[in-house]
Nanobody, 116 residues
């Protein structure tokens, strides 16, 4: 079992920045990737960014150049630095982790609201 605890969401004005964190605990030894999805009201959950244990990253086209994903393997934590935020970035952001045996785990989600 893996537990994922997210933090860092909140209300920010357009053009502002937020940094999300996701700390993994439990049986984390076989986690090979982590990342973030988001889900806006009335929309499907979509991939935002992911990072492998080796450091390879990928991003949704809509956030490329504005968001940066990083990880601290020693702390089993993944971060999402979000800059130049837009109202359309408003969503619940979910952290995930992928394990080679157990599959995917999800965090509880953290709300990000971009509004003036």
């Amino acid at each position: 079992q893996v537990q994922l605890v997210e933090s860092g969401g909140g209300l920010v004005q357009p053009g502002g920045s937020l940094r999300l964190s996701c700390a993994a605990s439990g049986t984390i030894f076989s986690i090979y990737a982590m990342g973030w999805y988001r889900q806006a009201p009335g929309k499907q959950r979509e991939l935002v960014a992911g990072i492998t244990r080796g450091g390879s990253t990928h991003y949704a086209v809509s956030v490329r150049g504005r968001f940066t994903i990083s990880s601290d393997n020693a702390k089993s934590t993944v971060y999402l630095q979000m800059n130049s935020l837009k109202p359309e970035d408003t969503a619940v952001y979910y952290c995930y982790s992928d394990k080679s045996v157990d599959g995917r785990y999800w965090g509880q989600g953290t709300q990000v609201t971009v509004s003036s």
